[in-house]
């Protein structure tokens, strides 16, 4: 059961995600799906194709039509939802990617009905395959489509008009699968661009494909400053992204401000550890701001919900409705943020005009799977009569996790829903009281573990 997580099903090949284990899971999803057809995609790792074969055996045992769209980025299985394929509308589509995690791992992303299938509905979904006999075999049904030229058509009719913009764009796809489109739209709009890592190589030889970690920026810092205006890097599956400029490295919750300032009273919706400058210059704006949970499955239904325009996570999922299709593009989000250049917003003036902050990247406390969420509910017990090493509460968010917010700035405490960890971050327009609120909350948590 350890492989179905809270936002997708995730394992390690042949060990976790094997023949009989996969064979199953499509079997089961079958079930779920009202219509006649599904979409897969799969990723650059050595056995996504594998996996594919597997599952999409256990589709047809359970009656499901495969439509097959080979190796492309998670974006574009999102995008074959909203399209037609010779008079056909799939149901549904899964995504086979182990995203940015270690080459041995792999997984699904499932969408169906348009919608994120995650939660309750993938664990029940693990239930299911727990008990259930290998599926009988069954005639393959498949159908291949060009995703891929359609998605790259579609955006370069979209952005036709930033067609030689002079920018220097350089982009590191990290041998993941972006390369299979940047290199097709950037030619197809005549932009001067230069890729790093390009080839999908599901070994990744040259960093891991997670522009979240500055380690993995090395290179791409490199080539900006010498042959670059602004850099774009990008995840093994594409649907997260990072943007450099000579002077930032500009954060999901701070691109989400730049998106927005091309856009009428916009509604934004952030996650929990976004900064308050976020949430605090959108409603100056006259932007409607909502802080909702970490995730991306969370954060398009929540989109759905609201009838959002714009969605951000500060790993680098981007989500726009606003002339999209409302789920996480990392080269959709490329595109509109040269639009932004392109339009003479100056990116790196426009962050110095806002309020300085101090805060911490992420910071990740070891716990276990068992304990990490009593020790969350033993962390709001304690704050419901806060010890007195704590600063001054303003009052505390319970959306995902806490966010404590005191005078000058707010700390944050969740579980992760993929890992063994809690995970915190911190932020004050001192930075002597972001060590403050780290070392306090840090001792909360302590406390919490000693008393559980």
């Known amino acids: ?4 997580r809270e936002y997708d099903i995730r394992g390690i090949f042949e060990q976790e995600l094997n023949e009989q284990s996969v064979t199953k899971i499509g079997y089961a999803l079958a079930g779920k799906i009202d219509g006649e057809f599904v979409a897969v ?9 594998i996996l594919f074969e597997y599952l999409i055996s256990g589709l047809n045992a359970g009656g499901k039509k495969v439509l097959d769209m080979g190796m492309v980025p998670t974006p574009v299985n999102y995008f074959t939802n909203y399209q037609e394929w010779s008079g056909i509308t799939p149901s549904a589509s899964v995504m086979i990617t182990g995203s940015h995690n270690p080459s041995e791992y792999n997984g699904f992303k499932i969408t169906i009905d348009k919608a994120p299938f995650f939660g309750e509905d ?4 693990g239930r299911e395959c727990d008990i259930i006999n290998f599926p009988p075999k069954a005639p393959r049904e498949v159908i291949k489509i060009d995703a891929l030229s359609k998605y790259v058509d579609f955006l370069v009719s979209e952005f036709s008009h930033l067609a030689s913009m002079p920018t220097r764009i350089v982009y590191d796809c990290g041998n993941g699968v972006a390369g299979v489109v940047t ?3 950037f030619s197809a709009l005549k932009l001067n661009a230069k890729g790093l890592f390009v080839n999908p190589d599901g070994t990744f030889p040259n960093h ?3 522009p979240s970690d500055e380690h993995n920026l090395e290179d791409i810092k490199k080539l900006l400053a ?3 205006d602004i850099a774009f890097a990008y995840d093994g599956d594409a649907d997260r992204i990072a943007v450099l400029t000579h002077k ?6 701070m691109m989400a401000l730049l998106y927005a300032m091309k856009m009428d009273k916009p ?3 952030g996650e929990v550890k976004c900064s308050q400058v976020m949430y605090d210059e959108l409603e100056k704006r006259g932007a409607k701001a909502i802080m909702y949970k970490t995730g991306h499955s969370n954060l398009k239904v929540k989109m759905r919900e609201t009838n959002a325009d714009l969605a951000c996570e500060v790993s680098g999922h981007i989500f726009f409705k606003n002339r999209y299709f409302g789920y996480d593009d990392a080269i959709y989000a490329t595109l509109r943020m040269l639009e932004l250049v392109h339009d003479g917003i100056d990116l790196d003036a426009e962050l110095a005009k806002l309020p300085l902050v101090f805060s911490t990247e992420e910071i990740k406390v070891k716990t276990t799977e068992a304990e990490k969420f009593k020790l969350m509910d033993r962390v709001k017990e304690l704050l419901k009569a806060p010890p007195a090493y704590l600063p001054a509460i303003k009052d505390i968010i319970t959306v995902d996790g806490v966010r404590i917010n005191f005078e000058n700035g707010w700390g944050l405490v969740r579980a992760s829903n993929t890992t063994p960890i809690l995970v915190t971050r911190f932020e004050s327009t001192s930075q002597e009281d972001v060590g403050l609120y780290e070392k306090t909350i840090n001792k909360l948590i302590l406390q919490a573990k000693e008393t559980l």
């Open 1 to 4: 059961m350890s492989i179905y």
């Open 41 to 49: 995609g799969y990723d650059a790792r050595s056995h996504s194709p």
């Open 122 to 125: 993938i664990y029940a979904l």
């Open 183 to 185: 290199e097709r739209i």
């Open 208 to 210: 891991h494909p997670d």
């Open 226 to 228: 010498s042959d670059g």
């Open 248 to 253: 930032n490295n500009i954060k999901g919750d």
């Open 267 to 269: 509604t934004v919706i």
